[in-house]
């Protein structure tokens, strides 16, 4: 079955870095558009990154020149840089892999949690 797992994330202060990885199992990697997404206390889940199967990206504005995905076919791996970090960062950090085929194939890590704080 289809996993993915996150790792990587931790307590931080505000202005350092962390490399989150999602490694997925029992799917093709390659051929799934993949997402970082996030969620704090008490708000709505929203999406931080992504990256298509062709290697485009997009980012939300909030992280935008201060977060790089990637992703490495040959591992299974997506990774999310995290560079200047911010209080308002801190929230758990989900992977989701993502295909349409005329169906919608999605699927979601466990999640894991960054907190940025001194």
């Known amino acids: 079955q289809v996993q993915l797992v996150e790792s990587g994330g931790g307590l931080v202060q505000p202005g350092g870095s962390l490399r989150l990885s999602c490694a997925a199992s029992g799917m093709a990697f390659s051929i799934y558009n993949m997402g970082w997404y996030r969620q704090a206390p008490g708000k709505q889940r929203e999406l931080v990154a992504a990256i298509t199967s062709g290697g485009s990206t997009n980012y939300a504005d909030s992280v935008k020149d201060r977060f790089t995905i990637s992703r490495d076919n040959a591992k299974n791996t997506v990774y999310l840089q995290m560079n200047s970090l911010k209080p308002e960062d801190t929230a758990v950090y989900y992977c989701?892999?993502?295909?349409?085929?005329?169906?919608?194939?999605?699927?979601w890590g466990q999640g894991t949690q960054v907190t940025v704080s001194s």
């Open positions: 989701r892999a993502e295909r349409r085929d005329g169906w919608l194939w999605a699927y």
